[in-house]
């Protein structure tokens, strides 16, 4: 009787203890859950909030050909990517969006327009035309679609600045097409009260050594004069809108 009520008191002391156990482990667990939960809640809200805050910030679009997507070269590499870094440096409160495609016209750029304007833009950089120039497409539909554009931006976005990026192109349409083709671009500029890049590839059209082997497309190291080019241009524009 004696040991069978010592080994009945030992059980329930056992069985206590496991049960103490198993509450102080499964509050331990729950502790931890809970830790991990929260530190995982926080990651999300951090991260919400930075990207509320990059929303916020006001958007400069390149629209453009080739030339803005940075073909053959890394989308770090290309001039817009590099003006993001000036302006970064520069403590300037906005945000680069690179909307160029390769072998863009200013008819494609026309027809997608209205779908890349779906969210308003401080700053509207419009780099279209140099394809055109190249297939010696006709002058008055260049000039109309570039009109249609700037047409558009104005619509979605009455308040952007639009910055025009002036091209030039070989005299092998001829004289009168490449002047006509040149000088549009000042037309159009001050017609709409844009700011003109007055040459975009300025420094880098026809050097060799600053271009891929199709002698068009700038390299990593030509793509740095681009994107000092257009921040000699862009800098005043965006330190005004401060």
Known sequence: MKFSRIRQTSYSVISGLLLLLTVC???????KTNSTSTATDNQATSAESRSA???????ILFYGNS?????GVEPSQAFPALVGQKIDSAGLNYQVINAGLSGETTA?????ISWVMRQPVAVFVLELGGNDGLRGL????????LQAIMDTVRRKSPEATIVLAGMQIPPNLGTTYTREFRELFKELADKNKAV????????????????????????????KIVAN?????????LKKGV
């Open 67 to 71: 030339l803005t997507a940075g073909y």
């Open 108 to 112: 494609g750029g026309r027809s997608r």
């Open 196 to 223: 003109l890049i007055p040459f975009l590839l300025e420094g880098v059209g026809g050097i060799p050594r600053l271009n891929q082997p199709d002698g068009i497309h700038p390299t990593p190291a030509g793509h």
């Open 53 to 59: 805050a990059t929303a916020k910030k006001p958007v």
């Open 138 to 145: 006709p002058l008055k539909a260049t000039r109309e679609n």
């Open 229 to 237: 080019t257009v921040w000699g241009v862009l800098q005043p524009v």
């Open 25 to 31: 482990s499964c509050g331990s667990s729950d502790s």
